[in-house]
């Protein structure tokens, strides 16, 4: 597992560049009657990246995230997650994705050790495969003495590292994290990170949002949403030069700052 000495790294290796994209959008839509919710999208994401995808309440990008997940279909446009179409290949994107939310995903009234082998089963891995990766994830986490415990009963913190470990449990192309890490302390949200870094490092790509600026610094490239389109994509550093922003939220600020949109 990695530790706290983890740093933000915001580059791509070449290999992975040149390796066939794990997302792939080309002019991505969905429209609710009138109202164009993501207008367009079009973009790529590498194995082992993690893409920040930033945007104020009303941008579009809950609804974009729902079409990747395959949980809601396009109104045009095309996509590919893993290989696969977002129109008639869902439950295959499903089976090779991981998702996260803010509010963790866990059953509070099983143990640790249960909800590993619930989402284990969840996932389409079989007995043996769960048994060996709930040991595994059991002492990764440093969670052994607690395997029994009831999640309800583990710090904020533990219940945040135990969701990200269950949502990657099956080895997925790409996880989804969406606001992971809202309502924790700084130096939980540190690290968390780190085993954001350590997924990635073994070649899972993470398709993060959040509202922490601080956070898109961490990111290997940045999509920033205003009003249904994507205004800027790019690394951190190079987003910063282009916009002469110090930091990211300066950058957020200086491209949504006349948004339109107040509900997502």
């Keep these: 597992m990695p530790d706290n000495s983890t740093q933000p790294n915001n580059t791509i290796s070449r290999d992975r560049q040149t390796a066939p994209p794990v997302i792939i959008t080309e002019k991505l839509t969905k429209r609710f009657g009138s109202f164009i919710a993501a207008n367009e ?13 930033l945007g104020a309440n009303g941008a579009g990008k809950t609804t974009a995230m ?4 395959g949980l809601l279909a396009p109104s045009s446009g095309k996509a590919t997650i893993a290989g696969f179409d977002v129109y008639t290949q869902t439950e295959q994107i499903k089976r090779r994705i991981g998702y ?11 143990s640790v050790a249960e909800n590993i082998r619930f989402y284990g089963g969840i996932y389409g891995m079989d007995t043996k495969q769960i048994r060996s990766k709930t040991a595994e994830l059991l002492q990764e986490l440093q969670l052994q003495n607690e395997a029994k415990t009831l999640v309800r009963e583990l ?9 990200f470990s269950v949502s990657i449990v099956h080895e997925p192309d790409i996880v989804f994290l969406d606001e992971p890490t809202g309502g924790v302390d700084p130096v939980t949200r540190r690290q968390f990170w780190d085993l954001i870094y350590y997924a990635a490092d073994k070649g899972v790509t993470v ?10 610094e961490y990111c290997n490239r940045v999509s920033i ?9 790019d690394s951190p550093s ?3 030069k282009k ?11 200086e491209l949504a700052r006349n948004a339109k949109r107040k509900d997502d």
């Design 41 to 53: 999208l079009t973009f790529e994401v590498y194995r082992g990246e993690i893409f920040g995808f």
């Design 66 to 69: 729902r079409m990747l997940c």
């Design 100 to 110: 996260m939310s803010q509010k963790f995903s866990l059953y509070d009234d099983l």
């Design 155 to 163: 710090p904020l913190g533990w219940k945040q590292k135990l969701s």
């Design 207 to 216: 398709f993060v949002t959040t509202h922490y600026m601080d956070e898109a």
């Design 225 to 233: 949403m205003v009003d249904g389109v994507i205004a800027a994509l």
């Design 238 to 240: 190079n987003l910063k």
């Design 243 to 253: 916009y002469s922003g110090n930091t990211m939220e300066d950058v957020f600020y």
